[in-house]
């Protein structure tokens, strides 16, 4: 995609995530005033106001980019908010770039917060056979279900092991250390991993990712109002990817108790769609990324991702984590932030999260994490009902 | 003694009560040949290319082969109904050659899963849940391992 199709990522900010316990709305401020202070932008100059939504703390929740604009202090901005799960906050900046792009405005805020609560994540109360999350679990089946038996998958496939899953936790958990945004910082070894209760064999524990609080925000503009705000080097989005599965969809997926039946139409991945999409609309290819932040529900997952991603042949990930080539200070760094594993999952927050750390990776700002001459990032990650995204970043 | 109560299905109308030979009811759009299990309710088949409107019953294949397979070591949340303490329990996701579908369900109890292979015949049966109600569930289709 031609430069007239980008826009300039200002500034990035997040609330560290946790289980603090408390309302949303404090952590996606914290978050918007600490991406606002990066970009040198007062709040008052904000034009548009995108929120993405949580669904778990009533009205407020619904209309999330309202809820922060009454927080941060109404201005009279444009207001929107979106929902697509774990893409929401793709989806919130999408609707900032529509904005940018055609000329109603020139800065925008994109934040998105969530509080969870403990456990596995479950449906609303009530008995409703028609919708398939609560069907689903009514026969047991949950999150972990779905990411086991894509392990389970690689194992028979590819000769994945459980080793080869407790590596990718091993080093996430190495990354994670040094961001001071993780939920969890404490490095782990194969055998720690190993000793964690199997929750969905063939993933224990540790290889499993929590839900967590947080919130993460980005303040976006046009490339012109970057340059006349000496922000001329920012980077920049170059793709965002939001597509749905195609029917029929081949895998199954996440609240689904099965596949679409694929006699009329020949089987489609929805993983790889989200990528491919991207690398098309940005005009790059696999061989340009420099970083990645993948979508790591589960450790077999990033490997899943990785292949997803074209960042290596399908069925070699686990033997590119055992190189050493997805490590900070590999050939290809992924999830240099620690990833889900050391965050835990902030639905809303978590697709802005992503595009935080790889704006900080591309302005040479992250530090102890730092991918040298980091150019070229991509993000991945999906949710329930054919929601996923994949935006790529670039300097 | 009465006898006992035969269990009663979890939902009407998503399987045949047989217990010898139980199948999945789905249906299928008369125009493109599209399955669904669940049953599709819209009334429009969602083939993108297909602007079927009509469907018939049918009773999907009680035969696949295992497309993976894991357990449920914790108890689920509700609306599953957990026994006190919890039993773990298997899940199977079984390919259906002619639906070309893949369809969960849990594991027919006291199916090992270190027994299990990827690709081995699976069959449909119908066991009781952990509460009572009567489910699908996938076995082996050499017996229970």
């Known amino acids: ?314 069925g070699e990930a686990a033997a590119l984590t055992r190189s050493g080539a997805t490590r900070i200070g590999g050939r290809l760094p992924v999830n240099p932030s620690g990833g889900l594993a050391c965050f835990g999952e902030a639905v809303p927050a978590q697709a802005l999260a992503q595009m935080c750390e790889l704006s900080w990776q591309l302005r040479g700002m992250a530090g102890a994490r730092q991918v040298k001459g980091a150019r070229v990032g991509i993000t991945a990650n999906q949710g329930l009902f054919g929601h996923g995204s994949s935006v790529i970043l670039k300097r | 003694m009465d006898a006992p109560t035969p269990a009663r299905p979890l939902m009407d109308g998503w399987f045949t009560l047989d217990p010898a030979h139980p199948h999945l009811l789905g249906n299928r759009c008369t125009r493109c040949g599209t399955y669904y299990f669940p049953k599709l309710r819209t009334g429009y088949c969602r083939n993108p290319d297909c602007d079927g409107e009509t469907f018939e019953e049918i009773e999907l294949s009680n035969e696949g082969t295992l497309w993976s397979y894991t357990d449920a070591a914790y108890a689920p949340p509700p609306p599953y109904v957990a026994a006190d303490p919890h039993v773990p329990f298997g899940i199977a996701a079984v390919q259906l050659e002619k639906e070309r579908m893949v369809v969960l369900g849990q594991l027919a109890t006291g199916t090992e899963l270190r027994n299990l292979e990827l690709g081995q015949p699976m069959k449909l049966v119908l066991e009781a849940l952990e509460d009572g109600r009567l489910v699908w569930k996938w076995q082996p289709l050499e017996g229970a391992k």
């Open chain 1, 1 to 314: 995609m031609s430069a007239q199709h980008e826009i300039a990522i200002l500034g990035a900010g997040m609330h560290p995530w946790g289980k603090w316990g408390r309302n949303f709305v404090e952590y996606g401020v914290h978050a918007a005033r600490a991406a606002l202070r990066e970009a040198s932008v007062p709040w008052r100059d904000i034009q548009f106001v995108s929120g993405g939504a949580t669904m778990r703390n009533g009205y407020p929740g619904y209309v999330a980019g309202a809820t922060f604009a009454q927080a941060l202090g109404w201005q009279g901005a444009q207001v929107n908010t979106s929902y697509a799960a774990c893409a929401s906050g793709s989806q919130a900046l999408a609707a900032a770039r529509s904005k940018i792009l055609s000329g109603e405005c020139e800065v925008a805020l994109v934040v998105g917060a969530d509080t969870t609560p403990k456990g596995f994540l479950k449906p609303a109360p009530g008995e409703r056979p028609d919708d398939p999350d609560w069907l689903r679990f009514r026969l047991g089946i949950t999150n972990p279900t779905y990411f086991a038996l894509y392990a389970r998958r690689r194992m028979a496939l590819y000769g994945d092991t459980q080793a080869d899953f407790a590596r990718v936790k091993v080093k996430n958990a190495a990354h994670g250390a040094e961001n001071p945004n993780a939920r969890y910082r404490k490095r782990f070894t194969e055998a720690d991993v190993a000793a964690s209760p199997v929750v969905a064999d063939p993933l224990r524990l540790m290889d499993i990712c929590a839900t967590s609080d947080g919130g993460a925000a980005l303040v976006v503009s046009s490339l012109d109002y970057a340059r006349r705000h000496g922000h001329a080097a920012a980077p920049r989005v170059a793709a965002i990817s939001t597509v749905t599965p195609t029917f029929a969809s081949a895998q199954v997926e996440m609240p689904d108790i099965a596949t679409d039946s694929a006699v009329a139409c020949g089987p489609h991945g929805f993983r790889a769609a989200l990528p491919r999409k991207a690398y098309e609309e940005a005009g790059i290819g696999p061989e340009d990324v420099s970083v990645a932040e993948v979508y790591d529900l589960s450790t077999a997952l990033e490997l899943d991702w990785i292949e997803d991603l074209q960042l290596c042949p399908r």
